[in-house]
């Protein structure tokens, strides 16, 4: 089941090998001395390690690498771990953080449904381009962002245009925005032409379906058309389902192994089941699950399922692009229900925001793991900062699962290019970046006509 979603990526690898790679023509780096937790079983952990990054790809990971002619970046007293992966997100939505609140009329999917139509595609690029840089300070390499605002090519176009500004790796899901009838289909011209015309091999295309809602006969044929479409395309699809939502989609027959289904809270063990029978993946958001009285999920009751990753889905209504914040709630969460403190171990959680989650979203051969070969998606965080700790005898997976924080992110590389340095993030004007957030959703409450909560 596998083999399907590897064969989707490869033929994407096909159609973008022929581009000219800036990556190719960047200069050799060396990040020297830290702590490397590969997540590689050849590579395994070293106490004290090199990675030497060419081209945008790891080329060697050992105790000392001497390269003449690499910039060498020391990072002694640090933890070096592949990027985190982020499989869940909607990045649109990152301006209106601090804006749902706990009322029918002012809680998270109600202010997203009442402004987002009044977002313009400045305003998504604004708030797209900032969910993104903060997702990129907290140790995200990659993150796969469904696009549910999706009004017309513009707005397409300004949330693909922030993401390959951010320097984010993502991949970008074509979805049907919230007013779209159920009877009507996504824009599949517009997105075969996309398919088409596609040119970004760090920012790939996908496809957000609606999914068949509680049952609703129009979404399932309309999603019948779609996913026929998709699947022409070659595209990887992601679905949310949660409660009420899970059994009509678990019936609908038009699940396999380039579905991805967000959440699945609720779900029965025939649903999994089914889910696992048809090599879907699953994406968890705990602490979004549990911010919205989705419920509590633990990784014991999902036993079937094969390809899991964690995601933060959008850092408007997570409260912060925080996968550590994921991290630590679901260790929490396995300890929690099974009345077990060692019930799950560190290093396991941290897989999936690292190995598994690249399996689950497909991307497995790049990315997810540190290994020659792997696409240079690494970061670093610092273990001198105040609340961490100097190394542990121990496993330092537990010091990430239990102490790290976005603060804590002391270096970020995407494709081999440094991102973040000292916790700083490279190019990046943040006090601009606010100002143009506070502009763009004041904007966009005026032409709402305000604050839902004001309003009602
Ligand atoms: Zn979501």
Known sequence: MRRAIACVAYAWVVAVGAMPSAAQEREAVVLSGGYVLSFDPAVGDLRQGDILVRGGVIAEIAPRIEAPGATRVDLAGKLVLPGLIDTHTHLWTSSMKGRFQNTPQSAYFAVKAHLGRHFTPEDVRIA?????????????????????????????????????????????????????????????????TLAAEWRDSRVTLGFGWRGTGTGSEQLLATGRTELAAVRTLGLPIAVHASGETVAPLAASGLLGPDVQIIHATGASPEELRIFAEAGASLALTPVTEQRVGYGVIALRDLEPMERIGLGIDGPGLAGAADLFANIRLLALNEAGASGEE???????????????????????????????????????????????????????????????????????????????????????????????????????????????????
């Open 128 to 192: 797209t381009y900032y969910g993104a840089v903060e997702t990129l300070a907290s140790g995200v390499t990659t993150t796969v962002d469904l696009f549910h605002n999706n009004r017309g090519a513009e707005f397409f176009e300004a949330s693909r245009q922030a993401l390959v500004d951010s320097g984010l790796r993502a991949r970008l899901l074509f979805g049907a925005h919230d007013d779209t009838p159920p009877d009507e289909t996504a824009d599949l011209e517009r997105l075969g």
């Open 342 to 456: 060692g019930a799950v171990s560190p290093r396991r959680i941290l897989e999936l925001a690292t190995r598994d989650a690249a399996r689950a979203i497909g991307m497995d051969d790049e990315i997810g793991s540190l290994a020659p070969g792997k696409r240079a998606d690494i970061i670093a965080i610092d273990l001198q900062a105040l609340g961490m700790a100097p190394l542990p005898d121990g496993d330092p997976a537990a010091l990430v699962v239990y102490s790290a924080q976005p603060a804590d992110v002391d270096l970020v590389m995407v494709d081999g290019e440094i991102r973040n340095r000292d916790g700083q993030l490279l190019g990046v004007d943040v006090p601009r970046i606010l100002g143009d957030v506070e502009r763009s959703i004041r904007g966009v409450a005026d032409r709402a006509g305000g604050w839902p909560a004001v309003r009602d």
